[in-house]
């Protein structure tokens, strides 16, 4: 029982994965059928795959052997691999689809997550429940196995819509394996335990800034201007006092999805929520992670991120935010051209001198 409730756990935790990159998908989400789809047939595909090398090193007498670490080192890049053309051989599904940097990384994460799920059955199954790793396998592999793959997914990107990214490919396939490895030797070992923490935390940010940076680069990506100027006629609807000069009279609102925005008709001013504001700085400003954290807005000691967000003014108690359009929309302007400059100053960028 014990079993199949780390089993439901482990789902639990990819859904979330799957669900959180999906959200970094802000200008065309992809379709959730084509999503699952993707994640049971590249998940089958690549666990056969993986197998298939499995068996092929074990009759060359390679194997993982307990009690030598480094022994784990090839299993990344064998597991790296088999997602990796599993995604290949779900090109019939998502070929249509593939048309802004952010598809890469979907869809492999869609193919990690089926693969995990696979894992986590046969390794709960195989496992006795008195081992302490059992748990924590479980629990964070599946995001550890997203995580790993994006790289490759926006390398894939890269290869098959344009001429000459293969070594892309090639390279970011070595990066994940390394990283890949490293969380293996670091996870199957108790002892070694503070290291998967590491690896955890530079996982997440390099899957972040990979997210920032594909969403900066979207062909159908526009800007906060470009979409309140698309409601010629908003509908007007109570809205929430401005912070600028305390007008509380129903304003024009913008809506979609989880942005809703109020313009002060007195002032000029733009009113929103806080969530609101952070889904601003998602859609428009292409930055992800933990805002709550980055955006300060203390006095005098302001965060770094809440720094670069000019016009943009705060009330705590309320939970509201207010701003100049034109101000805070060249924020988030320089806030895409520093993703983008950031990340393509990164070692490990080897796309920085493509299209």
Known sequence: ???????????????????????????????????????????????????????????????????????YFFVGFIEEFGKLLALFLCWPIIKNE????????????????????????????ATPLSSPLIAIRLVICTPMHVAFSMIMGLAFYWAVKFEGGWGILLGAFLAAGIYHALYNIFVSYWYLLPGVYLVLRGAYRWMH?????????????????????????????????CLDCG?????????????????CEACGAYVCSVKTLHQLIH???????????????????????????????LNKKRKIVSFNLKTFNNA????????????????????????
């Open 209 to 241: 800034q990979l997210l920032g940076y594909t969403t900066a680069q979207s062909p159908y990506r526009i800007t906060l201007a470009d979409f309140i100027s698309g409601f010629p006629s908003p509908e007007v609807q109570p809205g929430v006092q």
């Open 1 to 71: 029982m014990l079993k199949l409730i780390l089993i439901a756990l482990s789902f639990f935790f990819g859904l979330l994965s799957i669900r959180k990159v999906r959200s970094y998908d802000v200008h065309e989400a992809e379709p959730f059928w084509k999503m699952a789809a993707v994640t049971v047939w590249g998940g089958m595909v690549s666990v056969v795959i993986s197998l298939f090398l499995y068996n092929i090193l074990h009759s060359q007498g390679v194997s993982v052997q307990d009690g030598v670490p480094f022994s």
């Open 247 to 263: 007008d509380a009279a129903p304003k024009p609102t913008y809506e979609k999805g989880q942005i809703r925005l109020h313009q």
């Open 283 to 313: 859609h428009y400003g292409s930055v992800f992670g933990n805002l709550k954290k980055e955006i300060g807005f203390k006095a005098g000691r302001p965060k770094k991120l809440a720094a670069k967000l000019k016009g943009v003014r």
């Open 98 to 125: 593939m048309d802004e940097p952010t598809d890469g990384p979907i869809y492999i994460a869609c193919v990690a997550l089926g693969f995990s799920l696979i894992e986590n059955y046969f390794y709960a199954a």
């Open 332 to 355: 988030l302007e320089e806030l895409n051209r520093d993703v983008i400059r950031r990340t393509e100053k990164k070692w490990w960028c080897l796309w920085r001198c493509q299209p």
